[in-house]
């Protein structure tokens, strides 16, 4: 019964670590009671507008009241128990932070924070989360990866969902006098009911950049495309990719033993285990992706979809016209996310297909080397000057 029950949990955890994003379907409209802080400036152009008091279900008419302490919970102490998986140490790092992250490593949305940290070259401690028994987030009300804890003079500022995450770190980075609780708060939690009258919290304002008065030479306009397109990469390119790596039988299994190496699965889970991850999960994204299929409305040949999507991502940096990333000469939080939500499946025959077959290779190979080389840095050392000459 115990094996019969860790199956039953594997298998509904397999389903949410690959399939968790992709639903398309955008969070009702409603209203909260914590926008009274003048941070938003210009960048919360719409926010005021967009968040209505209540959505009412047909299930359940019964507004859903939101609390103005609705913000990202502080930790008086680490969670007992947790062992750090590894270390990621960049001698250049010059933030101080101490962060620590809890992740699936092949997961998207945690590939997209790596890619944040690693750019601008900000070391960072790794949990890896047990997707069987998660008893690494058992500590944590929110039970989706990644988690961030930030250690602060008051405890550990935890952060959940990794678009929040980045939109936090992005702002504190480039803020001279505001600590990191301080921007945290800025990202309160919404609740809303859902079209079946469930409730349900969603981090309404979670691309949005909190730079008070400093834009750092940047219009809205450019701003505003940045978002648009965070939100693109979540909201459209990652559906296109369980389609794609699941796509068969054998890619399914091949992509299994990818996640299995990468994650150091023999490592973390008994010989049995593994064995089932691999096999049955396999097993189950191959049908399960069918229906995703079905849901994104993708093309029969899945692989076009995908080639289609990063071939417009290339169109729309060149229509730009002022240089190799949407950033311009430098990438920017834009092309961190598409170049995040692609590296989760690198190891894939996807990946290898999409790399000969689409327009992306250029770009994504001269974005590898902005990650791996950490060559955002010297921008995150310019605000980290800037912080100890106010302090």
């Given at each position: 019964?115990?094996?019969?029950n860790?199956?039953i949990?594997?298998?509904?955890n397999?389903?949410?670590?690959?399939?968790?994003?992709?639903?398309?379907?955008?969070?009702p409209?409603?209203?909260?009671?914590?926008?009274?802080?003048?941070?938003?400036?210009?960048?919360?152009?719409?926010?005021?507008?967009t968040?209505?008091?209540?959505y009412?279900?047909?299930?359940?008419?019964?507004?859903?009241?939101?609390e103005?302490?609705?913000?990202?919970p502080?930790l008086?102490?680490?969670?007992?128990g947790?062992t750090?998986?590894?270390?990621?140490?960049?001698?250049?790092?010059?933030?101080?932070?101490?962060?620590t992250l809890?992740?699936?490593?092949?997961c998207?949305?945690c590939?997209?924070?790596?890619?944040?940290?690693?750019?601008?070259?900000v070391?960072y401690?790794?949990?890896?989360?047990?997707?069987v028994?998660?008893q690494?987030?058992?500590?944590?009300s929110?039970?989706?990866?990644?988690i961030?804890?930030?250690?602060?003079?008051?405890?550990?500022?935890?952060?959940?969902?990794s678009?929040?995450?980045?939109?936090?770190?992005?702002?504190?980075l480039s803020?001279?006098n505001v600590?990191?609780?301080?921007?945290a708060s800025?990202?309160?939690?919404?609740?809303?009911?859902?079209d079946?009258?469930v409730?349900?919290?969603?981090?309404?304002?979670?691309?949005?950049?909190?730079?008070n008065?400093?834009?750092?030479?940047r219009?809205?306009?450019?701003?505003?495309d940045?978002?648009?397109?965070?939100?693109?990469a979540?909201?459209t390119?990652?559906h296109?990719?369980s389609p794609?790596v699941y796509r068969?039988k054998?890619?399914?299994?091949?992509?299994?033993e990818?996640f299995?190496?990468?994650?150091e699965?023999?490592?973390?889970?008994?010989?049995?285990?593994?064995?089932l991850?691999v096999?049955?999960?396999?097993?189950?994204?191959?049908?399960?992706s069918?229906?995703?299929?079905?849901?994104?409305?993708?093309?029969?040949?899945?692989?076009?979809s995908?080639?289609?999507?990063?071939?417009?991502?290339?169109k729309?940096?060149?229509?730009?016209?002022?240089?190799?990333?949407?950033?311009?000469?430098?990438p920017?939080?834009?092309d961190l996310?598409?170049?995040?939500?692609?590296?989760?499946?690198?190891g894939?025959?996807?990946?290898?297909?999409?790399?000969?077959?689409?327009?992306?290779r250029?770009?994504?190979e001269?974005?590898?080397?902005?990650?791996?080389?950490h060559?955002?840095?010297?921008?995150?050392?310019h605000?980290?000057?800037q912080?100890?000459v106010?302090?």
């Amino acid at each position: 019964m115990a094996h019969l029950n860790k199956y039953i949990s594997l298998l509904r955890n397999v389903v949410k670590c690959n399939g968790r994003f992709l639903s398309t379907r955008p969070p009702p409209i409603v209203k909260a009671s914590f926008l009274s802080n003048p941070v938003f400036v210009g960048l919360s152009l719409g926010v005021g507008g967009t968040l209505g008091y209540a959505y009412y279900s047909a299930i359940n008419t019964e507004p859903v009241y939101n609390e103005m302490g609705n913000t990202q919970p502080i930790l008086k102490s680490f969670p007992e128990g947790i062992t750090v998986s590894r270390k990621v140490r960049i001698p250049e790092d010059t933030t101080g932070l101490k962060i620590t992250l809890f992740q699936y490593p092949t997961c998207p949305f945690c590939c997209k924070v790596r890619a944040f940290l690693d750019y601008y070259g900000v070391s960072y401690d790794i949990v890896e989360v047990n997707a069987v028994l998660r008893q690494q987030i058992r500590w944590s009300s929110y039970k989706k990866v990644p988690i961030l804890l930030v250690q602060t003079p008051n405890g550990y500022q935890q952060m959940n969902d990794s678009s929040m995450i980045v939109s936090c770190l992005a702002s504190y980075l480039s803020e001279t006098n505001v600590g990191v609780e301080e921007v945290a708060s800025y990202f309160p939690e919404t609740e809303y009911r859902d079209d079946d009258g469930v409730i349900k919290k969603e981090i309404m304002n979670r691309y949005f950049l909190m730079l008070n008065d400093r834009m750092n030479g940047r219009s809205v306009k450019d701003i505003m495309d940045e978002r648009k397109w965070r939100k693109w990469a979540d909201q459209t390119l990652v559906h296109t990719l369980s389609p794609n790596v699941y796509r068969t039988k054998e890619e399914a299994f091949q992509a299994f033993e990818w996640f299995s190496e990468v994650g150091e699965w023999d490592k973390h889970f008994s010989s049995w285990e593994r064995w089932l991850m691999v096999n049955v999960g396999a097993y189950a994204m191959y049908f399960i992706s069918k229906r995703l299929k079905k849901r994104h409305n993708l093309k029969d040949e899945v692989r076009q979809s995908l080639y289609d999507e990063c071939n417009l991502w290339v169109k729309t940096i060149e229509a730009r016209n002022n240089g190799p990333y949407f950033g311009g000469q430098r990438p920017n939080l834009a092309d961190l996310a598409v170049y995040g939500v692609l590296s989760s499946i690198e190891g894939c025959e996807a990946f290898k297909d999409l790399l000969g077959k689409s327009r992306i290779r250029s770009w994504y190979e001269k974005m590898k080397t902005n990650v791996t080389n950490h060559l955002g840095n010297e921008y995150v050392k310019h605000y980290a000057n800037q912080k100890a000459v106010v302090g």
